[in-house]
T-cell receptor
Framework: GQSLEQPSEVTAVEGAIVQINCTYQ??????LSWYQQHDGGAPTFLSY????GLEETGRFSSFLSRSDSYGYLLLQELQMKDSASYFC????????????????FGQGTTLQVKP | DAGVIQSPRHEVTEMGQEVTLRCKPI?????LFWYRQTMMRGLELLIY????????DSGMPEDRFSAKMPNASFSTLKIQPSEPRDSAVYFC??????????????FGAGTRLSVL
């Protein structure tokens, strides 16, 4: 089966840097994504890594190491509005199918940013 | 584009009643997903469609749940009869088929269902 592990909660102060880790076990890995969800809102896409290395998008960066089945989301210059839940998700192939549209989401990490 | 549109935004019903949730995906998207989110179980994939065809419904809890996608611009998730444990936020999402775009799912605002 497939599984993803990420910390349940992280707390940091405004202006700081925080890293949210994600380890996964899955077959037919096709990429690691990150989504943000504010309380009462819908998940929104943040970033995606298909290959090893770091992807940077403004204050957010995402890293992937396929050999370690590990990735992380790095948030810099934290702002109060970054308080939200962050989900990692892996894309995998359906068994007995060439279809790879399915994402498996982790349980989410709740980030609390304090003044 | 207006994004993924779900209706209703809130639904309160009594146990045993039928509930129908609706979703309009982003025009041109090839995949449509139905998720359920609760504090206890997190974000669960219920079923997804590719080009209107159901691909994987292994996440559908039981026979009380059914989903249809009669055309590329509309899908429904039906619960009959509803039970209090079905109370959750139900999200619809859509994505494109092409390569890395499959990793980018666009979520609707969700339907908050309360079954009394």
């Amino acid at each position: 089966g497939q599984s993803l592990e990420q910390p349940s909660e992280v707390t940091a102060v405004e202006g700081a840097i925080v890293q949210i880790n994600c380890t996964y076990q899955t077959s037919g890995f096709y990429g690691l994504s990150w989504y943000q969800q504010h309380d009462g809102g819908a998940p929104t896409f943040l970033s995606y890594n298909a290959l090893d290395g770091l992807e940077e998008t403004g204050r957010f960066s995402s890293f992937l190491s396929r050999s370690d089945s590990y990735g992380y989301l790095l948030l810099q210059e934290l702002q109060m509005k970054d308080s939200a839940s962050y989900f990692c998700a892996v894309r995998e192939r359906e068994r007995g199918s060439s279809n790879t549209g399915k994402l498996i989401f982790g349980q989410g990490t709740t980030l609390q940013v304090k003044p | 584009d207006a994004g993924v549109i779900q209706s209703p935004r809130h639904e309160v019903t009594e146990m045993g009643q039928e509930v129908t949730l609706r979703c309009k995906p982003i025009s041109g998207h090839d995949y449509l997903f139905w998720y359920r989110q609760t504090m206890m179980r997190g974000l669960e994939l219920l079923i997804y469609f590719n080009n209107n065809v159901p691909i994987d419904d292994s996440g559908m809890p039981e026979d009380r749940f059914s989903a249809k996608m009669p055309n590329a611009s509309f899908s429904t998730l039906k619960i009959q009869p509803s039970e209090p444990r079905d109370s959750a936020v139900y999200f619809c999402a859509s994505s494109l088929e092409r390569g890395g775009s499959k990793n980018i799912q666009y979520f609707g605002a969700g339907t908050r269902l309360s079954v009394l």
